[in-house]
């Protein structure tokens, strides 16, 4: 069983920075992708970041400039850095593994509250 337990969420002001991570535990064949999600109330949910095997990123574009996503391979770890942080930010951050392969799976962490003060 795959396990994702993401850390580091929390309140902040607007202005300030947070450092998410996630670290993925389990039977995990191949790793395609890592990458951080959001999801604020009454809103659908959205791709933050997401860091794919060949290093490659990509960022969504409300937070692009702002957030920068880094992976440890060694210990399957994916971290979030987010800086100049808006009231907007404010979400459950969720954490997502992408398994390499056509029957690869997909696999979501629990979530981590962000809530940005004005």
């Known amino acids: 069983q795959v396990q994702l337990v993401e850390s580091g969420g929390g309140l902040v002001q607007a202005g300030g920075s947070l450092r998410l991570s996630c670290a993925a535990s389990?039977?995990?064949?191949?790793?395609?992708?890592m990458g951080w999600y959001r999801q604020a109330p009454g809103k659908q949910r959205e791709l933050v970041a997401a860091?794919?095997?060949?290093?490659?990123?990509n960022y969504g574009k409300s937070v692009k400039g702002r957030v920068t996503i880094s992976r440890d391979n060694g210990k399957n770890m994916v971290h979030l850095q987010m800086d100049s942080l808006k009231p907007e930010d404010t979400a459950v951050y969720y954490c997502?593994?992408?398994?390499?392969?056509?029957?690869?799976?997909?696999?979501w962490g629990k979530g981590t509250l962000v809530i940005v003060s004005s």
């Open positions: 997502n593994v992408e398994e390499s392969g056509a029957g690869g799976m997909d696999y």
């Open positions: 389990g039977r995990i064949f191949s790793i395609n992708a």
């Open positions: 860091i794919i095997n060949d290093g490659s990123t």
